[in-house]
């Protein structure tokens, strides 16, 4: 079965840093394109940060610069870097794969649970 179990959010001050965790199981995970994505109240969820298969990142404009993912293949986990933060970086964030199963030939994409993640002073 696939779960992706996310970690690390909590209550931050205006510019402080928080490093989210997401890990995963039931995937092949090293061929897996893996994304955060980030949902405020009232506001559509958008995609912060996507790191493929091959170690290619893209951000959000509204982060680059302080936000770093990354993806650890041996440990089977991506990871979120968030430093400088601001308070318009409260969301719920959410990990996301575009995977095969193991045994299976096809694609999905999965979702964790989320982690609540608040800048507020």
């Known amino acids: 079965q696939v779960q992706l179990v996310e970690s690390g959010g909590g209550l931050v001050q205006p510019g402080g840093s928080l490093r989210l965790s997401c890990a995963t199981a039931?995937?092949?995970?090293?061929?897996?394109?893996m994304a955060w994505y980030r949902q405020a109240p009232g506001k559509q969820r958008e995609l912060v940060a996507t790191i493929f298969s091959g170690g290619t990142t893209n951000y959000a404009d509204s982060v680059k610069g302080r936000f770093t993912i990354s993806r650890d293949n041996y440990k089977r986990t991506q990871y979120l870097q968030m430093n400088s933060l601001l308070p318009e970086d409260t969301a719920v964030y959410f990990c996301?794969?575009?995977?095969?199963?193991?045994?299976?030939?096809?694609?999905?994409?999965?979702w964790g649970q989320g982690t609540q993640v608040t800048v507020s002073s």
């Open positions: 039931g995937i092949i995970f090293s061929a897996s394109d």
């Open positions: 996301n794969a575009r995977a095969q199963r193991y045994g299976r030939s096809t694609y999905g994409s999965y």
